[in-house]
């Protein structure tokens, strides 16, 4: 008999008996899912991807997410998963708290498992917009409201040149030290 590939054996498994109902959303408990992979893959690893600064978290300024690698016979998945309230929308840097970090990574690695197979199903059509509840990302802005003409781009004088038979001027420098050296005034640069 041959063995089958790290995703038949997971995604094989029901899981259904260790989930739990949060909202219209369906959560495998994280620590199941780690039990599972490491009762059928004992070398199987995590990693939890840190910023170039140091954080278990990323950010842009505005919000924050983390990144959890699973890794099962060489194979790594990644999960990106952004740090959210208990309504699963972002929270925003300045009220991201340890915990908050905390849930996301242990959600990220339960996804990371369903990459592989583990409870791939319970994901299914999560992407899917919810059309009841219109998404909204900040404040909201006013329309941008257009001019009803075509703006002119505005007119420039084109740079004069300067004639063949007027004297060259001194150069910058020569102006700035005779200048600190006491010799003379300040000209102003012609253009």
């Given at each position: 008999?041959?063995?089958q ?11 259904n008996?260790?989930t ?28 939890i ?8 978290y990323?950010?842009?300024g ?16 990644i ?10 929308q ?19 690695l339960t996804?990371?498992?369903?990459r ?26 006013p ?13 420039y004088?084109?740079?004069q ?6 004297p ?24």
């Open positions: 008999m041959q063995d590939s790290v995703f038949a054996t997971l995604v094989a498994i029901n899981c008996e260790h739990e109902k949060k909202g219209n959303l369906t959560y495998l408990s994280w620590a199941w899912a780690w039990q599972i992979v490491k009762s059928h893959y004992p070398d199987a690893t995590y990693t991807y840190e910023s170039p600064d140091g954080w278990n990323f950010t842009d505005r919000t924050c997410w983390v990144k959890v690698g699973v890794t099962i016979q060489s194979l790594e998945h999960e990106y998963l952004p740090v959210m309230d208990q309504r699963n972002s929270i925003p840097f300045e009220a991201i708290r340890s915990t908050d970090v905390n849930k996301a990574i242990q959600r990220a996804k990371a498992c369903a592989h197979g583990l409870g791939l199903y319970i994901y299914a059509g999560e992407d899917l917009p919810d059309v009841q509840q219109p998404q909204q990302y900040g404040p909201q802005q329309a941008v409201q257009y001019p009803q003409q075509p703006v002119q781009p505005p007119q004088s084109q740079p040149q300067a004639s063949v038979q007027q060259r001027q001194q150069g910058w420098r020569q102006s700035r030290n005779q200048y600190y050296a006491g010799q003379q005034q300040p000209q102003q640069p012609q253009h």
